[in-house]
């Protein structure tokens, strides 16, 4: 017997697979990797930051790990519904991490408009403006990043990680 979803239970959109990683451009693929391994905390969230000292040393890591720090939390804290994302080791992304990965991108080229449609996916509207600036603050250091990494023949941050079995 198949028992089919309660539709008046809001299903989880947002964690909907919709790409595969390898599909993404570097810097989208490294935002999803970072919003995973932030919202893991522990030891994902510590080897985000040591990643990121080995890409743009200590002082400018400590300042993109504090924005990052910051963004999240307000993302978080203003989102619209919980945010949906998948495990590190996924291959997958779903609707949530791809509007957010989309934020930071358009935040990075200095799109504020397309920044803010992405944002209004994930966050309230008092929180948009505030996003988009921590975004476009942050911006640098992830390009820094993603163009020190870009050569590089290790995978995305985390995804040689040990898998962890909570989320799929």
Same mark, same amino acid.
């Given at each position: *017997?198949?028992?089919?979803?309660? &539709?008046?239970?809001?299903?989880?959109?947002?964690?909907? &697979?919709?790409?595969? *990683?390898?599909?993404?451009?570097? #810097?989208?693929?490294?935002?999803? *990797?970072? !919003?995973?391994?932030?919202?893991?905390?522990?030891?994902?969230?510590?080897? *985000?930051?040591?990643?990121?000292?080995?890409?743009?040393?200590?002082?400018?890591?400590?300042?993109?790990? @504090?924005?990052?720090?910051? $963004?999240?939390?307000?993302? !978080?804290?203003?989102?619209?519904?919980? #945010?949906?994302?998948?495990?590190?080791?996924? =291959?997958?992304?779903?609707?949530?991490?791809?509007?957010?990965?989309?934020?930071?991108?358009?935040?990075?080229?200095?799109?504020?408009?397309?920044?803010?449609?992405?944002?209004?996916?994930?966050?309230?509207?008092?929180?948009?403006? =505030?996003?988009?600036? #921590?975004?476009?603050? $942050?911006? &640098?250091?992830? #390009?820094?990043? @993603?163009?020190?990494?870009?050569?590089?023949?290790?995978? !995305? &941050?985390?995804?040689?990680?040990? =898998?962890?079995?909570?989320?799929?």
């Amino acid at each position: *017997m198949t028992v089919l979803p309660d &539709p008046t239970v809001p299903a989880s959109r947002g964690a909907a &697979p919709v790409g595969q *990683m390898d599909e993404l451009p570097r #810097l989208e693929a490294i935002a999803i *990797m970072f !919003l995973r391994m932030w919202c893991d905390g522990g030891a994902n969230r510590q080897r *985000m930051a040591g990643d990121l000292a080995l890409a743009l040393g200590q002082d400018d890591a400590a300042i993109a790990t @504090t924005l990052f720090d910051d $963004l999240m939390h307000l993302t !978080l804290s203003c989102a619209r519904r919980p #945010l949906m994302r998948h495990g590190v080791p996924c =291959p997958c992304f779903g609707g949530d991490e791809c509007a957010f990965a989309n934020m930071l991108a358009a935040a990075t080229t200095g799109d504020r408009e397309e920044a803010m449609l992405f944002s209004a996916i994930l966050i309230t509207g008092q929180a948009a403006y =505030p996003a988009i600036a #921590l975004a476009q603050d $942050l911006s &640098p250091f992830l #390009l820094r990043f @993603t163009r020190a990494t870009q050569n590089t023949t290790a995978d !995305l &941050p985390g995804q040689t990680h040990a =898998p962890h079995t909570t989320r799929h």
